[in-house]
């Protein structure tokens, strides 16, 4: 949470800092503040409470100019959203900019309390401000004065150090919270993902956990935890400029549903032949491992847990590998006991979210054959970290609810589950083939889904009232259910649930009435007729039911009750492919309500906190 920027320029960075914040927004959005310095070392601090075009109106009125700066977007975790409490903190010459969470700083504030700082906000950084500033008196540099206060933090950061009295030069640190530098010629930056900077470089250097860096206008210099001088990798990105812009769209979600068949056909390329899944293009390693595997624990936040819940089924039914799947933030904090020759697999958009990272850092302690990631940011914490990632391709996602990292987030683990099944040869060719097929058909048929559009569009205006929403659905659509009501309630603020149909009758029941929504999701499968009487348990307590189901499926319109007709597809991959109305009905439940759709209120979308 929370978004940083950071530039060391021989050119006037305020603008640079603004636009970097405002591709930074998904990470928090309750204030936002730069500060600059120039080589006459005059100095300007602008805080605005809110979004940050609050912020980038109030720099345009302004005569704000400095090639050396900082800014921050800021997800309040200690003191509430203020100016007061926005970044950039400071004390004396020292300006501070931190994402993440100081857990010791109680006992910091008092002991600087003693030593006569004065606190003017509630966060927890301007500890680090206060500590800077101390250390900054008797050390050598800027860098020292960073690196004895480092020593003395405990938690998690990303934090940039900037010195008025001396302007041509940032220091940042590392623990924790994700850090990049971005190369320029003459001109060096720094952000908390390279999308802030793509319009300014393609060059970006990852900080590693513990490290330290010193940037100026021509040098990077990379310190490690014990403080030895390292060389780190510069790479370049390919990730497409225009990734931070909405395009003809109203919003990035709707950009992100619509770009599904596109992230789709990215994440299948290269990775299937016609009638195969290539296991190679999981990484030599991989298959060894996949080999060996007689178990399988995923673990995960969120909508990446659905993901994993709906994986869970296909690790069963299709590979015959049991799977459990977990909340990482549970996972983290239970003894569990590791099954032999068991593959533990992180599933995350971000790479960056701390509970997984800290679950996964936890397991690699614990005797799993090997730990992999299914994630969509190359060069994060997670994809680093583990053993081997199987990347989802999905491309930048912006909008905070998750959209397309979910449905290729599925079709990434489809294609694992069937390496994993004709590596141990638990799948005959013919199902092999089968599996293959309906994922390469997958992207037309989703275009088909997206083309439910207008008629969603006008259901929508039938939830938009109701305070409360049911989703049902059964095997692996149950978890889908889940993350369809995870979608309505993050964006539209309606309360929503999900439960497997079946256990409806064990208590759900109870909330039905006139005014309760219940969406079922309804696909041709085996289940359907047991799907149907639970439908009828519904309709017989007058609840209003939106059925999605295929032409021939047996259901007909009647009073209370409307019938989505969905075209008939793969059973394998309708999860994938029923996730798009779903989607799009929370879109415009939300879009009637009003709310704001890509920052919902009290979210974000790297959650980098605990
Ligand atoms: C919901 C949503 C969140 C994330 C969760 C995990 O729409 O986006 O629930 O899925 O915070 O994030 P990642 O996948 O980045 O680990």
Redesign the pocket.
Request: proline share 0%; hydrophobic share 40%.
């Given at each position: 949470m929370c978004g940083i920027v950071g530039a060391v320029a021989q050119r006037n960075i305020a603008d640079i800092l603004v636009e970097g914040l405002r591709r930074l927004e998904y990470r928090g959005y309750d204030s936002a503040g730069i500060a600059v310095v120039d080589l006459h070392k005059n100095y300007t601090r602008i805080r605005r409470i809110g979004k940050v075009r609050e912020l980038a109106n109030a720099v345009a009125t302004s005569n704000l100019i400095g090639g050396t700066g900082v800014g921050h977007t800021r997800w309040a975790t200690h003191g509430v959203p203020s100016e007061v409490n926005s970044h950039p903190h400071i004390s004396g010459d020292i300006t501070i900019v931190h994402n993440g969470i100081i857990e010791n700083h109680q006992a910091l504030r008092s002991l600087l309390q003693d030593r006569g700082y004065t606190f003017v906000s509630q966060t927890d950084t301007e500890v680090i401000a206060h500590l800077v500033e101390w250390e900054r008196r008797t050390a050598t540099s800027l860098l020292e004065a960073v690196q004895k206060t480092t020593a003395q933090l405990q938690g998690a950061y990303g934090a940039v150090a900037m010195d008025s009295n001396d302007p041509e030069r940032l220091i940042v640190a590392r623990s924790g919270s994700p850090i990049v530098i971005g190369h320029g010629i003459g001109e060096n930056f720094i952000a908390s993902d390279p999308l802030a900077l793509l319009n300014i470089t393609r060059r970006f250097m990852y900080l590693e956990e513990g490290d330290i860096a010193e940037i100026t206008y021509d040098n990077v210099n990379v310190f490690d935890a014990s403080g030895q001088h390292v060389e780190r990798a510069v790479i370049e990105l390919h990730a497409q400029q225009d990734a931070g812009e909405k395009g003809k769209y109203r919003h990035f979600m709707q950009k992100e549903v619509f770009e599904q068949p596109t992230a789709l056909r990215n994440t299948l390329e290269g990775r299937l032949t016609h009638d195969a899944v290539i296991t190679e293009s999981i990484g030599v390693n991989a298959v060894d491992i996949l080999n060996k595997v007689e178990h399988v624990q995923i673990i995960?936040?969120?909508?990446?847990?659905?993901a994993g819940m709906t994986a869970r089924y296909w690790f069963e039914s299709i590979a015959g590998i049991s799977c459990d799947v977990e909340i990482a933030s549970e996972f983290r904090y239970r003894k569990f006991v590791t099954r032999p020759n068991s593959l533990l697999i992180?599933?995350?958009?971000?790479?960056?979210?701390a509970d997984?990272l800290a679950a996964l850092r936890l397991a690699k302690k614990c005797g799993y054959m090997g730990v992999m990631t299914v994630c969509?940011?190359a060069g994060s914490s997670?994809v680093r970290e583990s053993d081997f990632a199987f990347m989802t391709r999905a491309g930048a996602e912006i909008g905070?609810?998750?959209?397309k990292?979910?449905t290729t987030?599925l079709a990434t683990l489809l294609m694992l589950v069937t390496a994993l099944a004709k590596q141990q040869k638990r799948i005959s060719k013919a199902k092999e083939k089968e599996i293959v097929q309906a994922l390469h058909a997958l992207p037309e048929q989703i275009e088909q889904a997206l083309a439910l559009d207008k008629d969603i569009k006008a259901l929508a205006t039938d939830f938009a009232d109701k305070q409360h929403t049911l989703f049902l659905g059964r095997g692996e659509f149950y978890p889908i259910a889940v993350e369809a009501a995870?979608?309505l309630k993050?964006i539209s603020y309606i309360h929503a649930e999900a439960y497997a149909a079946g256990e409806l009758k064990h208590g759900p029941l109870a909330l039905i009435d006139a005014d309760m929504p219940v969406v079922v999701i309804a696909p041709g499968n085996d289940l359907l007729e047991k799907l149907k009487s639970n439908i009828e348990e519904v309709r017989a307590r007058g609840g209003l039911l939106y059925v999605f189901s295929e032409q021939k499926s047996g259901f007909e319109a009647a009073h209370n009750m409307k019938i989505i007709r969905m075209p008939k597809v793969n059973e394998i991959t309708a999860p994938i492919f029923y996730t798009v109305p779903m989607q799009l009905l929370a879109y415009h439940v939300a879009l009637i309500k009003g709310t704001d759709v890509d920052q919902p209120r009290n979210?974000a979308?790297?959650?980098t906190v605990e």
């Open positions: 995960a936040c969120g909508t990446s847990f659905n992180t599933i995350s958009q971000s790479g960056e979210t997984t969509n940011v997670l905070v609810a998750s959209t990292a979910f987030q995870l979608k993050e979210l979308k790297a959650v």
